[in-house]
Nanobody, 115 residues
Framework: QVQLVESGGGLVQPGGSLRLSCAAS????????MGWYRQAPGKQRELVAL???????NYADSVKGRFTLSRDNAKNTVYLQMNGLKPEDTAVYYC?????????WGQGSQVTVSS
C-alpha cells in the first residue's frame, strides 16, 4: 500500500507564492517519479511538474520559470514552490507517485489565486 499526504494549499493574491508538500509512505521503490498534476473546473487534469529519483525534472510550459519542484529521497517527499502565481493557476493540485507501472494519487489540494 502507498499513501500520499499533501499539505500547503490555500488562497493567495496574484503574484504571491505558495509551497505544496507531498509525503509518500508505504511500499516505495527506490526508482520512481513523483510530482504534481492539477485540474481546474471544467478542464482535464494536466501535468504541472515531475521529478524522478535522479533529480531530473519536467515542467509544463505554463509554469516554467515560476514553479520549482524538488524532492527529499530520504523522506520520500516532494515540494512544489510556486512563485508568481496567476489566476489561471487556480485548480485542485494532486500529488502523484508513479512506480512499477502504477500511479498513486493524493487527496487533492485547492490552490486559489485571486485578489
Amino acid at each position: 500500500q502507498v499513501q500520499l499526504v499533501e499539505s500547503g494549499g490555500g488562497l493567495v493574491q496574484p503574484g504571491g507564492s505558495l509551497r505544496l508538500s507531498c509525503a509518500a509512505s508505504g511500499s516505495i521503490f527506490s526508482t520512481n517519479a513523483m510530482g504534481w498534476y492539477r485540474q481546474a473546473p471544467g478542464k482535464q487534469r494536466e501535468l504541472v511538474a515531475l521529478i524522478i529519483t535522479t533529480g531530473s525534472t519536467n515542467y509544463a510550459d505554463s509554469v516554467k520559470g515560476r514553479f520549482t519542484l524538488s524532492r527529499d529521497n530520504a523522506k520520500n517527499t516532494v515540494y512544489l514552490q510556486m512563485n508568481g502565481l496567476k489566476p489561471e493557476d487556480t485548480a485542485v493540485y494532486y500529488c502523484n507517485l508513479h512506480q512499477q507501472s502504477r500511479d498513486y494519487w493524493g487527496q487533492g489540494s485547492q490552490v486559489t489565486v485571486s485578489s
